[in-house]
């Protein structure tokens, strides 16, 4: 069955560095998600992507963040200078769109930690 | 805003019962309602989808009936197993974002 993919795992950085996260959302899907789910916190939505645009963003999402899709399958959530509070799990989801159901799939995750 | 809440928290049960979960959202201008499985340290895995016009969905021993204009949702787990220990997260869909409440700790126990 296919699945959304997500790498690396689990990433260290240090505070002011910039992180790329890469995710690989399932192949037929048009609609693609990064949320974000801070330890013992709820999930959160960053940012929705369709049609190589952003759709809907949350406050989250700052100028520290950007999202891209280089090329047919990878989606990427890059930030700029991490802060020690951007540390989190940070899921990729996509969705076909179709039938109008927009049912998200979700990845493994990347678990990012700031020092 | 949209605010979703799931009750109980956390929830402890001998195998072979069956069992509620709840879910509750302030706006029922919603699209659809989900609910996922989440392991430890791991992703979610969705569970059951019910699109605004639906009353409910099942999937095995899963039921999910959705109550929009009370903004209300229960997940129906039947006959659990200690294979269904996980959180279970209750998410509400406004267009193209997913809110997600706090989830509902389950352990079955043998």
């Known amino acids: 069955e296919p699945e959304v993919t997500q790498t690396p795992s689990h990433q260290v950085t240090q505070m002011g560095q910039e992180v790329i996260l890469r995710c690989v959302p399932i192949?037929?899907?048009?609609?693609f998600y990064w949320y974000r789910q801070i330890l013992g916190q709820k999930v959160e939505f960053l940012v929705s992507f369709y049609n190589n645009e952003i759709s809907e963003k949350s406050e989250i999402f700052d100028d520290q963040f950007s999202v891209e899709r280089p090329d047919g399958s990878n989606f990427t959530l890059k930030i700029r200078s991490t802060k020690l509070e951007d540390s989190a799990m940070y899921f990729c989801a996509s969705a076909t769109g179709e039938g109008g159901t927009y049912e998200q799939y979700f990845g493994p995750g990347t678990r990012l930690t700031v020092t | 805003k949209q605010e979703v809440t799931q009750i109980p928290a956390a929830l402890s049960v001998p195998e072979g019962e069956n069992l509620v979960l709840n879910c509750s959202f302030t706006d029922s201008a919603i699209y659809n309602l989900q609910w996922f499985r989440q392991d430890p340290g791991k992703g979610l895995t969705s569970l059951l989808l019910i699109q605004s016009s639906q009353r409910e969905q099942t999937s095995g021993r899963l039921n999910a009936s959705l109550d929009k204009s009370s903004g209300r949702s229960t997940l129906y787990i039947a006959a659990s197993q200690p294979g269904d220990s996980a959180t279970y997260l209750c998410?509400?869909?406004?267009?193209?974002?997913?809110?997600f409440g706090k989830g509902t700790m389950l352990l079955v126990s043998p």
């Open positions: 192949s037929n899907h048009l609609y």
């Open positions: 998410a509400v869909s406004g267009y193209s974002t997913l809110t």
